[in-house]
């Protein structure tokens, strides 16, 4: 074997090696788990049943007082915001989530969130988690803007993660449309489409996050019922016959 060959096969076997290093640190960074997560998934079943009637209380109570007090307010934990997730939405709204996405929780700081759940595959399951920014805009919208993904403790693009949300959006049918700023993608909700029902108006004005909360305030206006097609046809025949 000539030395030119010995050098190209030691550079194969030097590169092989690394390669599989670098495998192994990132299938080793996949398996971890951020800390917020570990600590949200390791609550036990009664406190999350308790939070999650706490906030489903606390949410009754602010649609029910409604036509006393228009305009609303609420504080919600991070803690309670968990027991929901694993609780309520587990066991009345599963469909709202594909199969794939497994345990969502959420952490609340100051002017940041984020968002944690298993992907689980046939083949892959990793904890993604994603920090967020959120505000109210003036015309409006819920604006979510993704700052970083992870897989683990791996970075991941976060073009990944506006697919899946684009994806799920169109699912579920949200109004979801995306813009950039300062170089990060921002998810715009429309939040009259997504609040409102035939019988009421609903405007979420404002959405800050502190320390384990998250602060929210709007106002409600309930909508006058509207003439059926029927009965103002027969209104209409009235009102003509009487000028005759």
Do not use: C
């Not at 060959?5 to 788990?33: D, E, N, P």
């Amino acid at each position: 074997m000539s030395g030119r060959t010995k050098i190209l096969f030691s550079l194969f076997g030097a590169g092989s090696l690394a390669g599989a290093v670098l495998v192994g640190l990132a299938m080793h960074a996949v398996r971890q788990v951020q800390p917020f997560y570990t600590a949200a998934i390791e609550i036990n079943a009664d406190t999350l049943a308790d939070e999650s009637h706490a906030m489903e209380r606390r949410v009754a109570a602010l649609v029910s007082d409604v036509v006393a007090v228009p305009r609303w307010q609420a504080v919600f934990s991070d803690l309670e915001v968990n027991g929901w997730l694993a609780v309520a939405l587990k066991e009345k709204f599963a469909d709202l989530l594909p199969e794939s996405i497994v345990d969502p929780r959420v952490a609340f700081f100051r002017n940041e969130a984020v968002v944690g759940f298993r992907l689980v595959s046939e083949d892959f399951s990793a904890v993604i988690s994603v920090r967020v920014e959120a505000w109210v805009s003036e015309s409006d919208l819920l604006a979510v803007r993704l700052l970083k993904a992870h897989a683990g403790t791996l970075p991941i693009p976060l073009s990944t993660i506006v697919e899946h949300m684009s994806q799920g959006a169109r699912t579920l049918q949200l109004p979801l449309r995306w813009t950039q700023e300062e170089g990060f993608p921002v998810a715009l909700i429309s939040l009259p489409d997504v609040l409102s029902t035939s019988e009421e108006s609903r405007r979420l004005e404002a959405v800050e996050l502190h320390e384990g909360e998250l602060y929210v305030v709007g106002s409600t206006w309930l909508l006058e019922p509207s003439l059926s097609a029927p009965r103002f046809a027969e209104k209409e025949k009235s009102e003509r016959e009487k000028l005759r």
